[in-house]
């Protein structure tokens, strides 16, 4: 990882009480000379401290630059009339990947992809800001009650939003 405060990686972690393997040899792609890849993102600032931003798998990948979905989603959330939201990478023909924007909003406001997109504006880099937005009642949840990434990728591939474009 840099460490300049800015610049985002992967976190790599190696020392005496690190394992050098998971039990039965299981998944070996996240060890590599003694290195171990935990799957988190974030940056170090200049003093070394580390601030994890996101999930590897999580992270939407766009022109070759990292957006943190968490980030993302903690910005939506402030918004007054978000009740809560969700952000994944879906694929991007000119980019690879950009962000969905799932998000419940309080009863009877009505979905302004525009607002929210303008919210977002001065808190984020304008390649953050999500075009492909979804307003929905609930988000899908996992059995620990985590954010379902992997369901609301497969629905929106299977056309099973109906997605509101929002752009400059």
């Given amino acids: 990882m840099p460490n300049d405060g800015k610049a985002v990686g992967e976190l790599e972690v190696r020392g005496p009480w690190i394992a050098a393997s998971y039990y039965r040899g299981h998944d070996q792609s996240k060890f590599a000379s003694g290195w171990l ?3 988190d993102v974030g940056r170090i600032d200049e003093r ?3 601030t994890l931003t996101d999930r590897a ?3 939407i990948k766009s022109g070759g630059e990292w957006i943190s979905s968490v980030e993302l989603e903690n910005y939506l959330i402030a918004h007054p009339d978000v009740v809560e939201a ?3 990478g879906v694929p991007d023909e000119r980019w690879q990947e950009r962000p969905l924007a799932v998000a419940v909003l ?3 406001v009505p979905p302004d992809a525009a607002e929210l997109r303008k919210f977002l504006a001065d808190k984020v880099a304008r390649w ?3 075009e492909r937005w979804t307003f ?3 988000i899908p949840r996992t059995s620990v009650g985590k954010y379902d990434k992997k369901a609301i990728r497969a629905r ?3 056309n099973g939003y109906q997605v509101i474009e929002a752009r400059e």
């Fill in 37 to 39: 890849r935990t799957g």
């Fill in 48 to 50: 070394g401290f580390i």
């Fill in 57 to 59: 798998k999580d992270v």
């Fill in 86 to 88: 969700a952000v994944v």
């Fill in 106 to 108: 309080k009863e009877g």
């Fill in 128 to 130: 953050w800001l999500p």
């Fill in 136 to 138: 929905v009642d609930q």
């Fill in 156 to 158: 929106y591939a299977e």
